[in-house]
């Protein structure tokens, strides 16, 4: 793993989980895979897996570059910016 230039512009500390699960899901009434935190804002969406791929849409919407996996036991973060683990 590699820092990429957007990890250093993250808030410290981590921003708090906005919810428990994903609320665009809650409200199609789709279900997501795995869940994927927004370490900007805290936003929590679904990962690509999931039918609708929230965590993705959140990127495209708000440019917010950078989020981890909201998964028990996980702690790798994607950078959509560079399409890399970082």
């Not at 809650?26 to 370490?39: D, E, F, I, N, W």
């Amino acid at each position: 793993m590699s820092e990429c230039p957007h990890v250093a512009e993250l808030p410290h500390p981590e921003p708090a989980p906005l919810s428990e699960t994903c609320p665009e899901c809650l409200v199609t009434g789709s279900h997501p895979v795995q869940l994927r935190l927004c370490l900007v804002c805290g936003h929590v969406g679904c990962c690509d897996s999931s039918p609708s791929q929230h965590a993705s849409g959140h990127f495209k919407d708000s440019g917010h570059e950078v989020m981890r996996s909201f998964e028990p036991g996980d702690s790798w973060r994607w950078c959509f910016a560079d399409g890399s683990i970082v």
